[in-house]
């Protein structure tokens, strides 16, 4: 028997290589705003988190948070995807390889997802909806909410269900609904010592390819 019922997906930084495109957006943004922040200030704090939540930190941070930088954030996101926007290395041929039934939960929208996952034709290899934690859930990652969702949905136990994560908040969030959770390292915004902070976060598993979940999973 299989040692897992359900593979659940974070989608920027494990299926989409995204997150330096929406961190260097949200960064120059910011810096455009009075808000001094760099790339790495934005991968350091707002990777895995709901807009929601990114700006309680911003507001925290530089005391406010302008209402109109997220449509602004969203529509540059959108107008660069056409040139910027890759799927993860291996995740293409993990997808088209692999059968476990499988789901997206991630802090994104679903109009980022969708569109994501139609460029690079992976719509059709899901077997479970897009869950997004700005819809599903009250609380995001590092709650376990939106995961636990997710399993329910899809009628899974999330004792049997392996979590593939990028982000420190989203493998807390995994371990804490009691769920295997792989740390994937394999996306272009990743830094020395990520993998360090995703087991500290929660994380069973570090691993810095796809390859390598299959062996997981096959084991």
Not at 5 to 12: A, G
Not at 102 to 131: E, K, N
Not at 182 to 211: E, N, P
């Amino acid at each position: 028997m299989a040692a897992f019922d359900l593979i659940i997906f974070d989608y920027d930084g494990v299926v989409a290589d995204s997150e330096l495109l929406n961190n260097a957006i949200l960064a120059e943004l910011l810096t455009e705003a009075g808000m001094p922040t760099t790339l790495e200030q934005s991968l350091s704090s707002y990777v895995g988190k709901r807009w929601s939540d990114c700006v309680a930190l911003i507001q925290a941070r530089f005391g406010s948070c302008p209402d109109e930088l997220h449509a602004e954030w969203t529509r540059r996101c959108h107008a660069r995807a056409p040139l910027d926007l890759a799927p993860v290395t291996g995740a293409l041929d993990f997808m088209r390889s692999r059968h476990e039934p499988r789901c997206i939960a991630s802090s994104s929208p679903v109009d980022w997802i969708s569109m994501g996952l139609s460029r690079f034709g992976l719509a059709s290899t899901f077997s479970g909806p897009i869950y997004s934690a700005t819809i599903h859930v009250t609380r995001g990652k590092p709650h376990p909410d939106l995961f636990l969702h997710a399993a329910a949905q899809m009628q899974v136990d999330p004792a049997r269900t392996l979590v593939i994560e990028d982000s420190p908040s989203g493998a807390a969030a995994g371990d804490a609904a009691g769920m295997t959770v792989v740390g994937l390292c394999a996306g272009g915004h990743m830094r020395d010592g990520d993998g360090d902070r995703l087991r500290k976060a929660g994380a069973h598993h570090i691993v810095d390819d796809y390859r390598a979940i299959s062996v997981i999973l096959d084991a």
